[in-house]
């Protein structure tokens, strides 16, 4: 059983910073890759930034240079620190992770998601 949870979200104001992270636990054997998601209202679920191991981070073109995700292989954990956030921004983010366990060869997880509100 894995489980993925995200923390960090809240209400800013426009031009603010936001941290978010995600912990991955159960019986993990390897991370391949851990992502971040947003879906806003009314839209489809939506890439903003992911990891591949041994690859370079990749970012949605309209979060490049204000969001950063990075990893802390060590607590399974990833983060978005996210700055110079605005209106379009809010969404709930949903954490993904592809996971290899005892179990599977490997499969993708999701979160719960966080909501992320930017006011303008």
């Known amino acids: 059983q894995v489980q993925l949870v995200e923390s960090g979200g809240g209400l800013v104001q426009a031009g603010g910073s936001l941290r978010l992270s995600c912990a991955a636990s159960g019986s993990i054997l390897s991370i391949n890759a851990m992502g971040w998601y947003r879906q806003a209202p009314g839209k489809q679920r939506e890439l903003v930034a992911v990891?591949?191991?041994?690859?370079?981070?990749k970012y949605a073109g309209s979060v490049k240079g204000r969001f950063t995700i990075s990893r802390d292989n060590a607590r399974n954990t990833v983060y978005l620190q996210m700055n110079s956030l605005k209106p379009e921004d809010t969404a709930v983010y949903y954490c993904?992770?592809?996971?290899?366990?005892?179990?599977?060869?490997?499969?993708?997880?999701w979160g719960k998601g966080t909501l992320v509100t930017i006011s303008s």
């Open positions: 993904n992770a592809f996971i290899v366990t005892m179990q599977t060869n490997g499969m993708g997880y």
């Open positions: 990891l591949t191991s041994g690859s370079n981070p």
